[in-house]
């Protein structure tokens, strides 16, 4: 999806979202990692230095954050996503998916390590 459509697709699903639902996100495309925070690319970013990827692409702490402020019974985010920046140092440091904090009764599952794809 370009970002408008990513964005629109989230603004729905959260609307959704109450506290009898159990929500599921599955997310299959392109993500970076950037400092602490994960981000979910969307197919039309045009990104040529790192500090523009917080424009680019769609903050995943916003995503989960719109998820527990719904107070959803039970929210699971699975992101099958790239997770390299092509303008970090090698070797990546290691961190976790999300690195921030996800409240009960919120789980994320990785499909990789931070810099693989």
Known sequence: LDRTALLNSL???GQRLN???IAVLYYAGHGLQLRDHNYLMPVDADIRSEDEIPISGMDL???LGRMSHARSRVNIVIL???RNNPFAPSP???ASWPPTRVAAPTASMPSNWPGNC
């Open 19 to 21: 506290e009898n639902t």
């Open 61 to 63: 702490s916003f995503i």
């Open 92 to 94: 990546p440091r290691r």
């Open 11 to 13: 603004r729905e699903f």
């Open 80 to 82: 099958d996503a790239c």
